[in-house]
């Protein structure tokens, strides 16, 4: 049974910092793409950050810069820490895992393939 279960979010001001965690079951994180993805009232989900099974990570133009994915392979655990926070950045960040591409994932989340958590609800004022 595949559990994917975001912690760490929360309200903070703008210009704050908070880091996400990801604690996965039933996969291992090092053999798929993982992924954070985000959901803002009234918008489509969209993608934030991904790191591959070799390390490779991108990001969204909207986050570059300010945002880090990593993970810890020993923990099977994915994180997202966030820098310089906007209130644009308010939505429920949820993290995945899929064989799909990085970068066409980002693009395509396709909620509805691969596996989810359920998010953590970030607010930014």
């Known amino acids: 049974h595949v559990q994917l279960v975001e912690s760490g979010g929360g309200s903070v001001q703008a210009g704050g910092s908070l880091r996400l965690s990801c604690a996965v079951s039933g996969l291992t994180v090092s053999r798929y793409c993982m992924g954070w993805f985000r959901q803002a009232p009234g918008k489509e989900r969209e993608g934030v950050a991904f790191?591959?099974?070799?390390?490779?990570?991108g990001y969204a133009d909207s986050v570059k810069g300010r945002f880090t994915i990593s993970k810890d392979n020993a923990k099977n655990t994915l994180y997202l820490h966030m820098n310089t926070l906007k209130p644009e950045d308010s939505a429920i960040y949820y993290c995945?895992?899929?064989?799909?591409?990085?970068?066409?994932?980002?693009?395509?989340?396709?909620?509805?393939?691969?596996?989810w958590g359920q998010g953590t609800q970030v607010t930014v004022s």
């Open positions: 790191i591959d099974s070799d390390g490779e990570k």
């Open positions: 995945a895992a899929s064989f799909r591409y990085g970068y066409k994932w980002l693009a395509d989340p396709r909620p509805n393939t691969g596996w």
